[in-house]
């Protein structure tokens, strides 16, 4: 017989609530066991961007909390599909450095795991504004979410321009992947060429990694669109599929502007763009 698990996140009053119920399969809705109620986040703060993830029995409930202006990432963890979280840790290792919005939330991801091999891993995503310096951060964990490694930066520090809106997979190899937006201004880069022009290139980046570390960064698209998130998933055969929305060059009849479709972007070696909406 099986079991499903039904995990909600919520914010509520500034406080973020996580509820978990278990019901067999074959049981009604009606007769499932009923939901139980948890606060997460700190007591003090502005609790907010709430998101999961899970594997197998295993939930992952990550938010922000905000106090005094400075902003940093909690995890909490399950063991138990939802039943019972452990008191939350922060994430982030310098204080106050997450720059986090409703619209640019964190982004979390969890290995598979099995009993033979212990807690699955995880790894939490944010945009950052350490040192004044925008950027994306992640942070690993292999002990179930008790503790997190010191964050590493997601792309290259040394190129300056605003990441966010990143997506992030663990797959089966063990190998952690990401997708992101990247603001960068190349020298010599022409303006957008959006309506009207005003607005500067945006880039789809790619990189991944293991044990905590990322590979050089690849840059998969140019000017695809800065206000619509990524998506990023690793096929059983290790194909890497990022979804995004680019930007055409070919004109709409309709608006006279440039284009804008879903396209995604397919990998095992090299990645190769198919555009699959839009006009």
Known sequence: MKTLQVVCLAVIGGFVIACGRSSSARASANSAA?????????????????????????????????????????????????????????????????????????????????????????????????????????ARSVDGGRTFAPSVSIGDLAVDGERGFQSVTVGRDRVVRAAWLDGRRDPGTPHHTNAGGDFDPMHLMYGSGGDGNWSVETRLASNVCGCCKTAIATGTDRSVYVAFRNIYRVICETSRSPCLATAVARSRRRFASVRITGR
């Open 34 to 138: 009923p939901a139980s109620a948890q606060h997460l986040g700190l007591a003090t703060a502005a609790n907010a961007t709430p998101v999961l993830a899970s594997s197998g029995q295993w939930v992952l409930a990550v938010s922000t909390s905000t106090q005094h202006g400075d902003t940093n990432v909690y995890a909490a963890t399950s063991e138990d599909g939802g039943a019972r979280f452990h008191a939350p840790v922060r994430v982030n290792d310098v204080e106050g450095e997450a720059h986090v919005y409703g619209e640019d939330p964190t982004r979390v991801a969890m290995g598979e795991s099995s009993p033979s091999e212990g807690p699955p891993e995880i790894v939490v995503t944010w945009p950052s504004s350490r040192a004044k310096h925008l950027g994306l951060r992640s």
